[in-house]
């Protein structure tokens, strides 16, 4: 039985089962995908039989819908509307209750309540990637967010590699995908095929490994570990969009003055559906309430988006009046600047904004007209730019 985590395993649909049943005994609240509401959801399991087998999602610009599989595969979906952002970053937090006393004092009492201990079932690759991204921009500055902090400290990554790419994935041309980088607990590759259906399972930590050694599994057989990795460099080749093969910074650097951002705002709405489901953004604003007695008041944080008109407001005005400079600001930040800031792309090709985008706006695609309009300039650089 190969439990050091050097070695993969082979789990069944029981092993899987008996995976839940383990993170849940050992006191985690188990979050995976399940179908609700017509889309595959992220949400609290309590056992194998809530996760959407044999259900897989249509993807285009715009568009989202859940159809049949008939191989009953349980992960053959790509990103939903939710990312894990939602329990790690979640999008309303209460930070202080303060109360008048009967004597007039306030009593200010800081949420110190402790943090979920989440197992998350199913983190695609580019979602492993951009909890990397969420870890370096929420704690790894100067600066912690304690919130985040804890959530994330006590949470156990079951990762799954990705065989079946939506049509608005784009992970492999931003190289978090399909094949899962570090930071998981556990890593399974779904197979499914004449010799069953069955999960290759690989550890990333002790815990993984001690988790793992609890399961009904057997070595990896040559067939299994072929099947998988054959899955997974498929995916690869089926990868639905891609980013211009260039330094995107650079692209977005030398191409402020674009026309292609008048065209992109006279489609955008500034809805900051596309900030909403973005699993890397991480902006937040933070709002006072209080009761109609003027004796208990909270402070919540919730999320922000750069599209929201009083996100750059300063007292003479918003910064960035226009959709053009607010859509700018999203793509150049999310492309280019998001390197200057904290090292890496902002961007994991996960392909949500695309999908949720109410008028079906393509980073993607962007990018490849902005690439476009740069190279169609005279060569002295004096025309459009
Ligand atoms: S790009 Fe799409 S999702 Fe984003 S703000 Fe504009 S209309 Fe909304
Ligand atoms: S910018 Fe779009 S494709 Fe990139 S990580 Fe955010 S939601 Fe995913």
């Not at 921009?137 to 790419?165: I, N």
């Not at 961007?347 to 079906?360: L, S």
Request: proline letters at 6%; charged letters at 25%.
């Amino acid at each position: 039985m190969a439990t050091d985590g050097s070695s993969p395993v082979v789990i069944g649909k029981d092993g899987l089962d008996a995976l839940i049943a383990t993170l849940t005994g050992r006191g985690r609240t188990v979050i995976g995908p399940t179908v609700r509401d017509g889309a595959i959801v992220l949400a609290e399991i309590s056992g194998g039989g809530e996760l959407p087998y044999g259900r897989g999602v249509e993807l285009e610009a715009g568009t989202y819908r859940l159809r049949e599989r008939q191989d009953g595969a349980a992960f053959a979906h790509s990103a939903g509307p939710q990312s894990w952002k939602t329990f790690l970053h979640p999008p309303r937090v209460r930070e202080w209750s303060a109360e008048r006393t009967p004597d007039g004092d306030l009593v200010v009492t800081e949420d110190d309540t402790v943090a979920p201990s989440y197992a998350f079932l199913g983190v695609r690759p580019c979602d492993l990637r951009a909890i990397a991204i969420q870890d370096r921009v929420l704690t790894g500055g100067r600066y912690t967010d304690p919130s985040y902090q804890g959530r994330r400290e006590r949470a156990f990554l079951v990762a799954v590699e990705c065989t079946e790419p939506g049509a608005t994935c784009f992970c492999v041309s931003m190289g978090t995908g399909p094949a899962t980088g570090p930071g998981y607990d556990l890593a399974l590759t779904e197979v499914v095929d004449a010799d069953g259906h069955r999960f290759l399972v690989r550890a990333g930590s002790e815990e993984g490994a001690s988790v793992l050694a609890e399961l009904p599994q057997r070595a990896a057989d040559p067939a299994t570990a072929t099947a998988a990795r054959e899955r997974v460099a498929q995916a690869a080749d089926r990868m639905g969009r891609s980013m211009p093969l260039v330094d995107l910074q650079t692209l977005m650097r030398e191409t402020l003055t674009a026309e292609r951002w008048d065209d992109v705002a006279a489609r955008c709405l500034t809805c900051g559906n596309c900030t909403m489901v973005c699993p890397t953004c991480f902006c937040t604003s933070t709002e006072d309430v209080t009761d109609l007695t003027g004796d208990h008041a909270e402070r919540w944080r919730h999320w922000e988006s750069c599209f929201d008109l009083d996100f750059s407001h300063l007292p003479t005005g918003p910064v960035r009046e226009s959709p053009r400079s607010r859509y700018r600001q999203w793509a150049t930040h999310k492309l280019g600047t998001w390197f200057d800031q904290f090292g890496s792309s902002g961007c994991v090709g996960c392909g949500r904004c695309i999908v949720w985008c109410p008028v079906g706006i393509d980073i993607t695609e962007e990018a490849h007209a902005l690439d476009r309009e740069r190279a169609a300039r005279p060569p002295d650089g004096t025309g459009p730019s």
